[in-house]
């Protein structure tokens, strides 16, 4: 059926629909409805949005799409396919995930393709992963045997109408791809798609149900909870100019303190218009909820001690475990969720990676052993570069613990890992996992002696839905840099620190190592990993060494006090500088003092731990430069709609607009640390009050109204991106455990999930570029460089406000807990969904009031509108059966 007919048909059912639901005071639009037995989330992209259409690309497979004018367009950047290195067609792809047929149902397919040169092109219904049975192959009838598994002819600018039929011999679940690649596509051919459609002509079981949208709540706040002697805020969203009278209440619809909100007015970041209610005074432990004059109400939440965040503390540290690569993953060690599901084989037990001869490098060749550390993201891969901020970030939490007395929070026995009986802190154990890692990743021999490799990863991207352990891919080793090379010096001095009392034989270790590569690199000063090469792995490019060199000497500085590393300390442009605005690399104006790529701020925190070693003038010179950073922090909570130490910036390099960039929530958990430092160097309560709303904005006081830690919050985010945790994208695999931060609001929209929901860069507010999807790998992503942050400042919290409680994580907690008493005691929980209106209303509830005035209908009009109110309704039950809540 082509788009006319289909739009005809709409608007004849929609005129005898709206007849007769106007009969029983109800209305529906037109856009309401989909046909029968309809398995597709998209047809005919009349509203610009292409999921869950979308493009998926294998190296060096390169493709451009815009959704317009009703259509899909594809343009192929590279086709991909062996004579450009790549595999065949499928190098190129536009797919629909999600379906799932039934033995013996019928399917009537149809679509509509053009090219705009001569070309060939194939499309499936099959299997998504091995072993790719397919059930159908994009010819009208089966029996035409020889064109039956064959790639078809496009003539250029001819569109093709394609309509056929299958019986299903088999239930699976699968996918309708497009393989429009490899070597008969010419570069610059655009591929224009309409009219889809697969319908199953003998059931609707399956048909496509939308997701309900999330209605977020007028009143925003942390989801977790509040401590009692610091401050209390959550965002109103209102239009009013005036102050707007609000209630906290208890559990039990009580009153317990009153208050006026403050109109803040346009949220530039959100573009809301939002009040700022504090309700800071009251102190009292327990379940409240704010209900403001105007309507408004907030969900529940909790006021209480250091027990809260205890529990997320010590599930972000199991992500570290969860993440190993090298070890079989065993479910006792599995502290939250299914933990028979979580467990899993161990990835790469033997990590032994091919050498690449690139990047101008002609050194050392062959393999390495490079078994261990943990997984950087969502995939396979392991950077040194990231892997550094994320061991030192580690590493200072045990130092600060140090510095407070709370060290034995983290003492032998305190954590879920398999080293939790021998003797040494459990912290310190799940780091020196890492740390040994980076040893295997120096370079042994030749005039490269002491340098170390940049990073290991796959020979190509892999897709979702991938045990480490079934990873087919070639490994590959990238080559040493300045910058992998001081980031292993950095930390494995800051590591002889920590360990020279504990473990001294390793600890010699770390500083022989530290000193080795700190020598090499200054042998070696500019050897960079470029910014753009991101084929199977994460480029991690930089162009800058200096603020490493800096990093490494503060640290070697510190561990052996040599006057040496003083003097290139205080030689270096960064010297005691706290940056709030990041430069150079991928970063242009980064709202921020450190992240992986600008590491010199994490020397002046260590110098900060340790002023004794430091004379008056420069500790006060330190003191204030950590100040004034925090002083930014601390003045952009109060400037913003939503009380987060962030604001916008150039996305990158690449991509000149305003807005939140790649891993914003990192920066906001960074800045909180930095904000921490401020408080223990001054005493200054405003900075303590700023890490506490940097982490209120976190746990769902957002534009967002999404918690951004699973299993913590009654709306917290499911589907982080990973290859193991993607129960989103095949339901046998497990759900992400409890306790795991995601990347947030990224304004670049890099992924092609992302920007087939209709946004478009640059015309989104910043706040609100997300979506909890498995496949929005640019703001969904989780890596160990965000976890750290969260771990680092959910511990600092906790020890504030009671100090930790030592609970190895929710799984404790929770036993022998409903799931309802889970969520009210603040433990992780289960994302349980909160039934009342308030916490989410149900946007697609009709109506069942009748205000008669059958009799002047004539008959039948009457019979007509009677058969389409029923096929209405059983439609919405069926609809209310499956329905999801998310916010889109």
């Not at 570069?187 to 319908?199: A, C, K, Q, R």
């Not at 379940?287 to 529990?311: H, P, V």
């Not at 919050?713 to 193991?724: D, K, L, M, Q």
């Not at 990347?743 to 946004?759: E, Y």
Request: charged content about 20%.
């Amino acid at each position: 059926m082509t788009k006319n007919k289909i739009k005809k048909s709409l608007s004849l059912i929609a005129v005898s629909a709206a007849t007769a639901l106007s009969l029983v005071g109800m209305s529906i639009t037109p856009s309401t409805f989909v046909s029968a037995g309809q398995q597709l989330g998209q047809t005919d992209f009349e509203n610009g949005v292409g999921l869950p259409w979308h493009v998926c690309e294998s190296a060096p497979g390169k493709m451009e799409f815009e959704i317009s004018g009703g259509v899909y367009k594809i343009t192929i950047v590279n086709p991909g396919g062996a004579s450009k290195g790549g595999e065949d067609r499928w190098d190129c792809q536009f797919r629909h995930r999600g379906l799932t047929i039934v033995s013996g149902n019928t399917y009537k397919v149809s679509f509509e393709i053009t090219a705009s040169n001569d070309c060939t092109y194939y499309t499936k219904i099959g299997d998504m992963a091995e072993p790719f049975a397919e059930d159908w192959h994009g010819e009208p009838d089966p029996s035409q045997h020889e064109a039956f598994w064959n790639v078809q002819q496009l003539q250029a600018n001819q569109t093709k109408k394609v309509e056929g039929t299958f019986t299903a011999n088999r239930t699976a679940e699968v996918e309708w791809a497009f393989h429009i690649g490899g070597d008969t596509v010419s570069e610059g051919t655009v591929f224009t798609f309409d009219n889809m459609s697969l319908e199953c002509t003998t059931s609707d079981e399956y048909d496509y149900q939308p997701e309900e949208e999330w209605v977020r709540s007028d009143i925003l706040t942390n989801q977790l909870g509040y401590f009692p002697q610091m401050n209390k805020k959550a965002t109103l969203l209102s239009d009013s100019t005036s102050p707007v009278k609000f209630e906290l209440k208890d559990s039990g619809g009580r009153t317990v303190y009153e208050g006026e909100s403050e109109p803040k007015g346009l949220d530039a970041d959100s573009i809301d218009n939002v009040h700022e209610l504090d309700f800071s005074d009251y102190d009292q432990q327990g379940t409240y909820y704010i209900e403001a004059e105007d309507g408004a109400k907030s969900r529940e939440f909790q006021i209480g001690n250091g027990e809260m965040y205890s529990y997320m503390l010590y599930d972000s540290l199991n992500y570290f475990y969860q993440n190993r690569s090298g070890i079989d993953i065993e479910s006792q060690y599995i502290i939250s969720g299914d933990s028979s599901s979580l467990a899993r084989a161990a990835g790469h037990p033997s990590d032994v990676a091919t050498i690449e001869q690139t990047w101008g490098y002609s050194g050392s060749s062959g393999t390495q052993d490079v078994t261990g550390g943990w997984y950087d993201a969502g995939d396979h891969g392991k950077y040194v570069v990231n892997g550094g901020i994320s061991l030192w970030t580690m590493q200072n939490q045990y130092e600060m613990a140090l510095k407070n007395g709370s060290e034995a929070v983290y003492a032998d026995g305190t954590m879920s890992i398999p080293e939790n009986a021998n003797g040494y802190p459990d912290l310190l154990d799940e780091a020196r996992y890492e740390m040994e890692w980076m040893f295997k990743m120096m370079v042994t021999s030749g005039d490269y002696a002491g340098m170390v490799y940049h990073k290991v990863h796959d020979a190509k991207w892999t897709a979702l839905a991938l045990a480490p352990a079934d990873d087919p891919e070639e490994r590959i080793i990238k080559p040493p840099t300045t910058a992998a090379t001081l980031n292993m010096a950095a930390c494995a001095a800051q590591a002889y620190r920590l360990w020279k009392d504990i473990d001294s034989q390793f600890a010699e270790q770390c500083l022989t190592n530290a000193k080795t590569a700190y020598e090499a690199a200054k042998k070696h000063p500019d050897m960079y990993a470029p910014l753009d090469e991101s084929v199977g792995g994460g480029p991690y490019g930089d162009d800058d060494a200096t603020d490493e060199f800096y990093w490494a000497a503060c640290e070697l500085f510190l561990a052996t006090g040599d006057l040496a590393y003083q003097k290139d300390i205080e030689s270096s442009p960064h010297y005691l500088k706290m940056e709030v605005k990041l430069s150079g690399g991928e970063d242009v104006d980064s709202s921020g003092s450190f992240n992986w790529a600008h590491v010199a701020a994490l020397g002046n925190l260590s110098m900060a731990l340790n002023t004794e070693k430091m004379g008056t003038q420069a500790k006060e010179q330190l003191t204030k430069s950590i100040s004034d950073a925090a002083d930014y922090y601390e003045e952009l909570t109060e400037k913003q709609g939503y009380g987060q130490p962030y604001e916008p910036g150039t996305i990158n390099y690449k991509i000149d607009k305003h807005g939140y960039i790649w891993g914003s929530n990192s920066f906001i958990m960074n800045n909180n640390i930095v904000m921490a430092y401020a408080y223990e160097l001054t005493g200054d309560d405003d900075y303590l009050d700023g890490v506490v709303s940097g982490m209120d904005y976190i746990l769902g006081r957002n534009p967002m109204d999404y918690s951004y830690v699973t299993g913590y919050g009654t709306h917290a985010v499911e589907n982080p991106h990973h290859r193991w945790w993607s129960y989103q994208a095949d339901s046998t695999f497990p759900k992400a455990p409890n306790g795991v931060l995601v990347g947030g609001p990224n304004s670049g929209m890099q992924d092609p999930w992302v920007r087939g929901s209709g946004w478009k860069l640059g015309e989104r507010a910043p706040a609100k570029c997300y979506m909890d999807n498995i496949e929005a790998w640019s703001v969904n992503e989780c890596t160990i460089n965000w976890n750290t942050p969260l771990a680092w400042v959910s511990a600092y919290l906790a020890d504030k406000n009671g100090g930790v409680i030592v609970t190895k994580g929710s799984s404790d907690a929770n036993a022998n807990k409903s799931d309802n008493e889970i969520v009210q005691n603040s433990a992780a929980g289960k994302n349980q969904q909160n039934s009342n209106n308030d916490f989410g209303k149900k946007a697609d509830t009709l109506r069942s009031e009748s205000s008669g005035g059958w009799g002047l209908v004539p008959f039948f009009i009457a019979i007509t509108s009677a058969v389409l109110v029923i096929e209405c309704v059983i439609y919405f039950v069926k609809r209310s059966r499956k329905k999801k809540i998310s916010m889109k």
